[in-house]
């Protein structure tokens, strides 16, 4: 009975001192860029694909995800970006950038004037 009761307070003891993790996001896919703070406004995309950044860009936008994910690599601007990143900071083309999610991972916030991106299809504002 010692014994039932011991594992027990420890399978209890394991199960409720879990520290909770925050949540791991990652760079790589597409996300947009709006000059203004309405995703609907968003002009820009760029694609992190393997440390390299595709940008396409759109004059008029109909604002929606479907016109973003019918862009393929033909629709791509000439020349490519580097980067890299290690959960809290983006390596932009050699310069650093403090990122933070929020939306589950769907909105991401960099530090300096360039301040906003939204992964495509998150349904974020």
């Known amino acids: 009975m010692r014994k039932m009761y011991f594992i027990a307070l420890v399978t209890f003891a394991a199960l409720t001192s879990c520290e909770k993790s925050n949540p791991v996001y990652t760079m790589e896919g597409k996300w947009i860029w709006s000059p203004t703070e309405n995703r609907a406004d968003a002009n820009t995309?760029?694609?992190f694909i393997d440390g390299n950044i595709y940008t396409s860009?759109?004059?008029?936008c109909p604002g929606d995800?479907?016109?973003w994910n019918s862009l393929d690599s033909s629709d791509?601007?000439?020349?490519?970006h580097s980067?890299?990143?290690d959960g809290d900071t983006l390596l932009w083309n050699?310069?650093?950038r403090a990122v933070t999610f929020e939306c589950d991972g769907g909105k991401l916030h960099l530090d300096g004037s360039f301040s906003h991106l939204w992964r495509l299809s998150s349904n974020c504002q």
Not at 57 to 60: A, D, M, P, Q, V
Not at 76 to 80: A, E, F, H, L, W
């Open 45 to 47: 995309m760029y694609e």
């Open 57 to 60: 860009y759109c004059i008029t």
């Open 65 to 67: 995800d479907d016109y």
């Open 76 to 80: 791509r601007i000439p020349g490519v």
């Open 83 to 85: 980067y890299s990143f």
């Open 94 to 96: 050699g310069t650093p």
